[in-house]
């Protein structure tokens, strides 16, 4: 996934919301059970952050699945800003949605929405988690990742 779209903001507010953003992305993905190789929040020409899946992996997603990954970075973008920084942060994220949308009943946005927003309130604190530590890092490896989600989830257990 591309990442968060640069967004006028002040730097400082930069790097946590482009972790969540990016957070949001992983939670959904590996939630569905596809793997992650790394997320990064560390800038490039493109975008404020990334979330890179395991090479050729996308290929066995579902358009479904895709969209639910994709709008959970609205999803959270959503809770966090005004819905018109919130449209503009994901603005890659709706390009990909809607080119995934082609053919497909005008409701079928709105359910894969649903669905996206159900994970990201189910898993908020998970995503938090996972953007401090993203904040503090700048970048995570798939195997950081899941050892951060077997440790909350650990956590949460006991």
Not at 37 to 61: H, Q
Not at 78 to 99: M, S
Request: negative net charge; contains cysteine; charged residues 30%.
């Amino acid at each position: 996934m591309r990442g968060r779209h640069r967004l006028k903001h002040p730097k400082k507010t930069y790097a946590k919301d482009t972790a969540l953003h990016e957070a949001a992305h992983v939670v959904a993905a590996i939630l569905q059970g596809y793997p992650v190789e790394r997320v990064t929040i560390i800038p490039d020409s493109e975008s404020l952050g990334k979330t890179l899946f395991m090479e050729g992996f996308a290929l066995c997603l579902t358009d479904e699945e895709q969209a639910i990954a994709f709008l959970a970075a609205f999803a959270i973008e959503a809770r966090i800003n005004p819905k018109d920084k919130a449209l503009e942060a994901t603005a890659q994220d709706w390009i990909e949605v809607k080119r995934l949308a082609e053919g497909k009943a005008d409701e079928w946005i709105d359910e894969q929405s649903e669905n996206a927003v159900k994970i990201v309130h189910e898993n908020f604190a998970l995503i938090q988690r996972l953007a401090d530590e993203l904040t503090r890092k700048g970048c995570l490896s798939g195997d950081e990742i899941h050892a951060l989600i077997d440790e909350f989830l650990t956590h949460e257990a006991t």
